[in-house]
């Protein structure tokens, strides 16, 4: 994927858990610029009426050079762990697995420490589109965050978090990252 080419994204909107979003995470965190996800996800581009295929694109190699990764939106489990009382936590998973149970091979139920729970699926409308910016940001903001807060995100895997965080710098939120490890 060149890193000079805009890159679009699609998954399964709020049926899926971000995939989309986790990969324009790590894209633009290794230094790729021009990266897009497509609202609504692959349903949207079916019901625009973009012709679709069952076989995998090919692409030719190219040349990538990564120089590093900005950690600016990453936060590792020593450092959240010293200065946990520091940040908001956002657990971004679903009811079932905030409350206590194991879905997806976790080591244990139940959530982090006064984790304030936003549902990733909050994120959506019902037709799969995301929820404007204004509407979103007042969703965070009624959960008590402040633009100004230190936040973490975290979910089961550090994907649906990472697709929460990118949904919170959209909002104008100035010092969110996501906890990679997660629950």
């Known amino acids: 994927i060149d890193k000079d080419k805009e890159v679009v994204l699609f998954a399964s909107a709020q049926k899926g ?11 633009l965190a290794a230094g790729y610029k021009d990266v897009k996800m497509v609202d609504g996800g692959y349903a949207a581009l079916k019901k625009a009426g973009l012709e679709t295929d069952i076989e995998s694109t090919k692409l030719d190699p190219v040349d990538v050079k990564i120089d590093s990764i900005d950690q600016t939106h990453i936060i590792r489990t020593d450092e959240l762990k010293k200065d946990y009382d520091d940040y908001k936590v956002v657990d971004v998973r679903e009811d079932k697995e905030y ?8 080591a244990k139920g139940g959530h982090l420490p006064d984790a304030i729970q936003i549902k990733f699926t909050d994120l959506f409308k019902k037709d799969g589109k995301l929820k404007s910016k204004e509407e979103v940001t007042k969703s965070f903001e009624d959960a008590g965050l402040e633009k100004e807060d230190k936040i973490v995100t975290y979910g089961t895997a550090g994907i649906r978090s990472a697709y929460m965080e990118l949904a919170m710098d959209m909002g104008g939120f100035k010092e969110e990252k996501t906890y990679d490890g997660s629950y």
């Open 17 to 27: 858990w971000g995939d989309d979003g986790r990969i324009a995470w790590e894209l």
């Open 99 to 106: 409350k206590g149970d194991v879905m997806y091979g976790e």
